[in-house]
Nanobody, 119 residues
Framework: QVQLVETGGGLVQAGGSLRLSCAAS????????MSWYRQAPGKERDLVGQ???????GYADSVKGRFTISRDYAKNTVYLQMNSLKPEDTGVYYCNAVVRHPIGLRGYWGQGTQVTVSS
């Protein structure tokens, strides 16, 4: 069983920065991709960005140029560097990992970490 633990959320003023981390644990496994999603109050969970095995990353239009995803393969950890934060970036940020098992791919979610950006 794969566990994901997110850390790094908090309260920050608009224009500030935060760095989120998501560490995967639970034995030996191959991660196909890792992603960050966020969910604002009363809204659906939306994709923020994703990084795949070759290191390529993609981002939602709303965060391009401000957020950067990186990954430490040795630590099975993915990071989300968030700069120039805006109040609309407020929400619970969730980490997702797609793991390649012998029987196929399976997705896992972390518990989420709150990010609040004040104006």
């Amino acid at each position: 069983q794969v566990q994901l633990v997110e850390t790094g959320g908090g309260l920050v003023q608009a224009g500030g920065s935060l760095r989120l981390s998501c560490a995967a644990s639970g034995g030996s496994f191959m991660i196909d991709s890792m992603s960050w999603y966020r969910q604002a109050p009363g809204k659906e969970r939306d994709l923020v960005g994703q990084i795949i095995r070759d290191g390529s990353a993609g981002y939602a239009d709303s965060v391009k140029g401000r957020f950067t995803i990186s990954r430490d393969y040795a630590k099975n950890t993915v990071y989300l560097q968030m700069n120039s934060l805006k109040p609309e970036d407020t929400g619970v940020y969730y980490c997702n990992a797609v793991v390649r098992h012998p029987i196929g791919l399976r997705g896992y979610w972390g518990q989420g970490t709150q990010v609040t950006v004040s104006s």
